[in-house]
């Protein structure tokens, strides 16, 4: 994700990651299950910036499992969606639990 590159300031990350969201958001009305991919790729990446390891299910439940669980989930539904596996309700509280994670991640780092 080349456009979500972290350059070592916070602040400036959150904004890149507020507006990335804000984009994946406006497309998301027309799309959601396109939109449902790239905001889990966000939310990734946002987590992996904050020290989560998502690829890791050990190291994950020593964190914030439900974080991670929930980020894991949703980029299920995402998979199934790309294969038109979803239904649309999956697909949008697939969105809401990506977006509580990303609220619940930038402010934690506020504080």
Same mark, same amino acid.
């Given at each position: 994700m080349a456009t979500l590159e972290s350059g070592g300031d916070r =602040?400036? /990350?959150v904004h890149t990651w507020e507006s990335t969201w804000a984009s994946i958001d406006d497309d998301a009305r027309d799309d959601p299950d396109g939109a449902l991919s790239r905001f889990a790729d966000l939310v990734e990446h946002v987590l992996i910036?904050? =020290?989560y390891r998502v690829d890791d299910p +050990?190291?994950?439940q020593a964190g914030d499992p439900e974080v991670v669980m929930s980020y894991r989930s949703a980029r299920d539904t995402a998979e199934r969606a790309e294969l038109g596996s979803a239904s649309?309700?999956?697909v949008e509280q697939a969105i809401v639990d990506l977006r /509580? +994670?990303?609220t619940s991640v930038v402010n934690a780092g506020r504080r």
């Open positions: =602040g400036a /990350d910036t904050s =020290g +050990v190291a994950a649309r309700s999956e /509580d +994670v990303f």
